[in-house]
């Protein structure tokens, strides 16, 4: 069975996606280096009582400022950065699934190279919203984006849901 469908991805898609991407950008090292400076604080100040007294001070303020830029400054400074990026509408692409796996590729490339599509192997989870199913690949870094106003007919999201439900790595969510 192979499944083809002619999707547009417009700049509304990818600022969307990256709101997206950010909204799952936890900052861990920030988190964990903010959580150790104030258990080191407070374990020091427990431990000397009155000495070091500023300096556990100071590395438990250091920790807290730490974990209040990860969670809330950086992710407001990458929101406004996302909102002056200059996005453009991208050529229109063409999706085929079938049981090999995934391809998604531009339509209108001018060298016509044959490629080969990600093994279902290679995906590491699907997620559906109420506008978009991203297919999320074992690099990590690539991500396909594929608008649901753009599907013809639900045969692609019933293939994928067939193929990732039963894995636990099939992820219906709302915006």
Request: glycine share 4%; aromatic share 10%; net charge positive.
């Amino acid at each position: 069975m192979e499944i083809k469908e002619r999707i547009n991805v417009k700049k509304e898609d990818i600022y969307n996606m990256n709101m997206y991407l950010l909204s799952h950008n936890k900052n861990l090292g920030l988190l964990v280096v903010g959580t150790g400076f104030i258990g080191l604080g407070i374990y020091d100040l427990i431990k000397n009582k009155t000495e070091d007294l500023v300096y556990n001070i100071l590395l438990i303020i250091v920790g807290v400022l730490g974990i209040i830029f990860a969670l809330f400054v950086n992710k407001y400074l990458l929101q406004k950065k996302m909102k002056k990026n200059i996005y453009e509408d991208m050529p229109p692409i063409e999706v085929t699934a079938n049981n090999d796996g995934i391809l998604y590729k531009y339509i209108e490339e001018e060298n016509q190279k044959e490629y080969l599509p990600y093994k279902w192997n290679e995906v590491l989870r699907v997620v559906k919203t109420e506008e978009y199913i991203y297919i999320h690949l074992n690099d990590r870094r690539s991500i396909m984006l594929i608008p649901l106003r753009d599907l013809k007919n639900d045969k692609l999201l019933e293939f994928l849901k067939e193929k990732y439900i039963p894995q636990r790595k099939y992820i219906e969510r709302k915006n």
